[in-house]
Structures are given as C-alpha cells and as structure tokens.
C-alpha cells in the first residue's frame, strides 16, 4: 500500500512557477514509478510528466516539455514537479500517481494509486 498527498498547488500569474510536492508513505518507494497528470474543467485527465523507478528516465507532455521538470527524492519518499513559464492552459486540478516498477509512465491505467489532488490556477 502507498499513499500520496500532494502539496503546493495555488493561484499564480502567466509566467510564474510554483513547485509541488508529493509525499509517499511506504518502505518500497523507490521501485514506484511516479506520474503527475491533471485535469483541466470540462476535459479528461491527462499525463503530465513521470520519472521511471529504475534508472529515473522522465518522460513529458508535450505541452509541457522545456518548462515543466520532475523530480524525486528517495530518501524522503517524494517526487516534484517544477512548474515555470506558466500558462492559463495549465490550470487544472494536479494528480501524483504511483505505480510499482512500472516502465511505461505515460499509461493512467497502470497506475495504482493516487493522492487527492491539488488546484494549480494560472491567471492570464
């Protein structure tokens, strides 16, 4: 069993950052797979980044790729998404996403766990 909270969501002007945060309960974290997807009003949830839980390989949307970086910190059982250059487009509820030992980040359905979610608001 893992359980994700997420932290660091909030209300920002186009062209800020913010940082959030995922924290992992568990003793296995390092052989998690981890995901950031969201979901914009009226859309479907989306893959935003992930890092492999084997040799760290990260993975991007498109739509994000050059400003968004993700992050892990085994040792304290959390994984980052730097957000810069931010846009209204990337307004959304932000998930974290756990998955044991899995390689193909991009796959929602693989995943097995999920925190709460955070609101990111990117203002125009």
């Known amino acids: 069993q893992l359980q994700l909270v997420e932290s660091g969501g909030g209300l920002v002007q186009a062209g800020g950052s913010l940082t959030l945060s995922c924290a992992a309960s568990?003793?296995?974290?390092?052989?998690?797979?981890m995901g950031w997807f969201r979901r914009a009003p009226g859309k479907e949830r989306e893959f935003v980044s992930g890092?492999?839980?084997?040799?760290?390989?990260?993975s991007y949307a498109d739509s994000v790729k050059g400003r968004f970086t993700v992050s892990r910190d085994n040792a304290e059982n959390t994984v980052y998404l730097q957000m810069n250059s931010l846009k209204p487009d990337d307004t959304g509820v932000y998930y974290c996403?756990?998955?044991?030992?899995?390689?193909?980040?991009?796959?929602?359905?693989?995943?097995?766990?999920w925190g709460q979610g955070t609101q990111v608001t990117v203002s125009s």
């Open positions: 996403a756990a998955a044991f030992v899995l390689i193909d980040t991009q796959n929602e359905a693989r995943y097995d766990y």
């Open positions: 890092m492999s839980w084997g040799d760290g390989a990260t």
């Open positions: 568990g003793r296995t974290f390092s052989r998690y797979t």
